[in-house]
């Protein structure tokens, strides 16, 4: 059987034996193909009618003589035979994948908007893998509403800039709550936040090198993320950042001040907020708050530096925190250096506050406690938090303890006033008291059954922290703090409340890859 050949341009057949020259350099002709499409309809599906079992060997054969034939460049010839091979393959594997969507979408039981509905409930990383699975789910995944909560929290730094744009601008408007950078608690891997023990009778670092090494090594194995991976947010006129209900940004080290506050400015609508392990200042941060987040209910906000911010003031930052953020119930300032009189402004200015954690605070010697006996403030208080206050006094705390027994701060609940460096005498701030049997238990629990108290101090002598004198009655809650790692802090000698004064918180394809930066 003789085998047939088109020509290039005029695709009339021929016997393998013509011979017609070809020009490479000559313009081609207009091609027919163009102005009649059924033509290449009729010739694609002649093509397509070879038997499978003869196909080879004639397209090898026929290709073997149409480069006889053709006195042509025949490299000219071969790379146009790859690139049409190319573009068959590839019409043929978009209409496989139109051909298992359109299955895909029959044998899935959902229709597209409970799909959806469905994704949107997932974790972030869930909607990655379940987008890569196939190209129903790739639809459904690429909903604005499947990215309505992101969170791309991760125990190393794996997530950039361009990952976190792409999440934002997917979700566009949906955008309602943003997790951001290194998981807390896994930090210490990288060397920025390794739990210290510093302490009066002794001054150890549990890692094994000193503050200023550990420093050092934060930008070597550091967030990824830099100061303007929340830049995002204002795109489309501040689009995606307008509805943000919450935000998380843990241990991102390049983020500062600036670049917090441009953030805050684009997201009016801002519930909860929680800031751990950032440079920021807590004085800048509180102004950007209480200018921009007039719907704040919950404030983390840990410091970086722990015991060395003392940039909070009273006026005008407090006052106006106070004033502008009147919704405000839960709030947690670990870490910073404030005095008892600041304290008790806040307490007193925010009235719907029932969550408090002042852990690791340095200069809180527990003052304000007595102030607000009496219902001076504080008397919707559930959660009571002054774990490691290292200058708390044993007075205070009794004090506090009794007027609980009394009847008074009703709704509280939960008490902690935990510390490894045991609790500071009215007389002599070096002397420290480890015992907890200073508390009435008994009377307390009789009178408040369902009260939580957390008393746990180290043994009196020992430098052991993690064997502890305590007093605990564990039951549940004060989760709505439960984050971070362990703190770190300083020891000076006073309190710094002698001048304290009284006064009235993906780019989707039909791949695993794009979930690889979250599968560790």
């Excluded at 460049?73 to 190319?86: C, K, P, T």
């Excluded at 503050?211 to 303007?228: A, F, V």
Aim: aromatic share 8%; glycine share 6%; proline share 4%.
């Amino acid at each position: 059987m003789d085998t047939l050949l088109f020509h290039h341009h005029t695709n009339r057949p021929c016997s393998a034996a013509s011979k017609r020259p070809f020009s490479a350099t000559a313009s081609p002709p207009p091609d027919p193909m163009a102005s009649d499409p059924t033509r290449l309809d009729s010739l694609l599906e002649s093509f397509l009618s070879l038997s499978d079992k003869t196909t080879t060997c004639l397209l090898d054969r026929a290709f073997d003589n149409l480069i006889e034939s053709c006195e042509c460049d025949h490299s000219v010839m071969i790379e146009r035979a790859l690139r049409l091979g190319s573009v068959l393959l590839e019409a043929g594997k978009r209409s496989a994948r139109k051909r298992d969507y359109l299955h895909n979408a029959v044998v899935w039981p959902l229709p597209p908007d409970l799909t959806i509905k469905v994704f949107s409930m997932l974790d972030t990383q869930s909607v990655c893998f379940a987008a890569a699975a196939c190209s129903f789910f790739h639809k459904c995944a690429s909903d604005p509403l499947c990215y309505a909560s992101i969170d791309l929290m991760t125990v190393i730094p794996k997530v950039n800039n361009l990952v976190v744009s792409t999440m934002i601008q997917r979700a566009g408007k949906a955008l309602r709550s943003i997790k951001l950078g290194l998981m807390p608690g896994t930090t210490a891997f990288f060397g920025s936040s390794q739990p210290c023990i510093y302490g009066m009778r002794n001054s150890t670092d549990v890692s094994g090198f000193s503050w200023n090494d550990k420093r050092s090594r934060q930008g070597k194995e550091s967030c990824i993320l830099s100061r303007s991976c929340l830049s995002s947010l204002s795109s489309d006129n501040g689009a995606p950042g307008a509805l943000l209900r919450r935000l998380h940004l843990n241990n991102i080290e390049r983020v500062d001040n600036t670049a917090l506050s441009a953030a805050l400015s684009v997201c009016p609508s801002l519930l909860d907020l929680e800031i751990v392990g950032l440079h920021v200042e807590l004085r800048q941060t509180l102004e950007s708050v209480s200018k921009y987040c007039h719907l704040i209910e919950r404030l983390f906000f840990e410091s970086s530096k722990t015991g060395r911010d003392d940039s909070l003031k009273l006026n005008p930052t407090c006052s106006d925190f106070v004033q502008n953020c009147p919704n405000l119930n839960c709030l947690a300032l670990r870490g910073f250096k404030l005095q008892d009189f600041k304290v008790l402004a806040l307490i007193k200015g925010f009235r719907k506050l029932k969550h408090l954690d002042f852990s690791t605070s340095y200069s809180i010697s527990g003052a304000f406690l007595k102030k607000l006996i009496g219902g001076a403030g504080g008397n919707l208080l559930e959660v009571l938090i002054l774990r490691d206050c290292m200058h708390l006094r044993k007075a205070e705390v009794e004090r506090f303890i009794s007027a609980i027994i009394a009847g008074e701060f009703k709704f509280l609940r939960h008490l902690d006033v935990s510390n490894r460096e045991g609790l500071a005498s009215e007389e002599d701030w070096c002397s420290r008291c480890y015992d907890p049997s200073f508390i009435p238990a008994k009377q307390l629990y009789g009178e408040r059954p369902n009260f939580c108290l957390q008393a746990e101090f180290p043994v009196e002598g020992s430098d052991d922290v993690n064997v502890p004198s305590q007093l605990s009655c564990h039951m549940s809650d004060g989760s709505c703090f439960v984050n971070a790692s362990d703190s770190c802090y300083n020891s000076d000698l006073g309190s710094g409340n002698e001048d304290s004064h009284d006064t009235s918180f993906i780019i989707y394809e039909e791949s695993s890859d794009e979930a690889d930066f979250l599968s560790v």
